[in-house]
């Protein structure tokens, strides 16, 4: 099914404008996001084919079929709670069967771990894009001999250097490795060109060193040591490095860059407006999405702020949050049997 689908055939039961809209951050470039609830037809429910979420190919149009948003809200994820906590302006769309689920009915302490656990994956989040930042890898890839290093008295040089400074060809060395030890090699070398070395490596995109077959009156020119760890993590390291580049958010990249702080301050803002949703959810009970400190978010997400500080204030809320939490009227878990009496109720009316 399709988003499109839901609307043709009016499965639609609640429908609203979500994201920076929602909550008051806003600005001229923001996408329009939208949320909602449907509930599939009798037939499709009871069949093997329940569909518990329907969004469009850039995800900023999700629908939550009845079912799973109600056991999305019991677990206080954070996403299910805003939508059922949209501001009226946002409403676009209320069946009156939604009347029955009510923010109250789900709110409990598990919100400290929903919005601050989640805030928390955030940080690290941003960390990550912080290192990425400060520590760019190149797109020109290394190969395993940037990996490999020969003993040269005392001490080691990389082989690329050692081969420099012995005028001699990877191509024309043989490989040998020594029994018991890691990434130990003797290397042997081919000055008549008539033993078929297969040289160091095959290519420069080989992901093992060559061995070759040597001749017992063959001398041991060098030892070579072979980095493997190290390869093996600068390969990820890579990986994921460029994976990151090809999905970043282009703009946003842009913004990141312009303000100089070497971190994801749109991350960064989201991250502290969760912090302070679990907080205030925790001292009043209730949850008002639209925020209060629009300034305060916009500046972070403008890079106006120090990583250090950020962290720094986000450490202070998580412990503003623990407090709150032993201190909260709120109960430890939702009541599970009301919200499952109320959803068979909806369910009765709708077929």
Known sequence: MTIQDL?????????????????????????????GVYYLPKDRFFSMNYIPQISNETNDEVYFELGRFVELLLKNNPNTLEILASPEDCILYKNSVMSSLTIELFLSKLVKDTFAGYAISQIKKAQGFKKKIVNPI??????I????????????????????????KKELCGLVKIPNTIGIYAI??????????????QNELSNELSLSSIPSNCPVKA???????????????????????????????????SHG???????????????QSAKNILKTGTLNI?????????????????????MSYANQLLNEIEVLYE??????????SLAEETLIKMRETLY
């Open 261 to 275: 702080k070497n971190y994801d301050s749109k991350n960064m803002m989201h991250t502290i407006r969760l912090l």
């Open 188 to 201: 042997y070398y081919d000055y008549l060109e008539i033993n078929n070395f297969r040289g160091i490596l």
């Open 138 to 143: 190149d797109k020109q890839r290394k190969s």
């Open 290 to 310: 639209r925020s209060t400190n629009r300034e305060e978010l916009l500046n972070i997400k403008y890079g106006k702020w120090s990583y250090k500080d950020l």
């Open 7 to 35: 609307k043709n055939q009016n499965l639609i039961l609640f429908e609203v404008i979500s994201g920076s809209k929602a909550f008051g951050l806003s600005t001229p470039s923001s996408d329009t996001d939208i949320k």
């Open 145 to 168: 001999l940037d990996f490999c290093f020969v003993l040269y008295g005392n001490n080691s040089i990389e082989i690329k250097e050692w081969l420099l400074i012995n005028n001699l």
């Open 327 to 336: 201190r909260t009227s709120l109960p430890k878990l939702p009541n599970y």
């Open 223 to 257: 030892y070579l040591y072979f980095n493997k760890d190290g390869y093996s993590s600068y390969c990820k390291e890579y990986k994921l490095y460029w994976d990151w580049v090809n999905s970043r958010n282009i703009e946003r990249f842009k913004m990141n860059q």
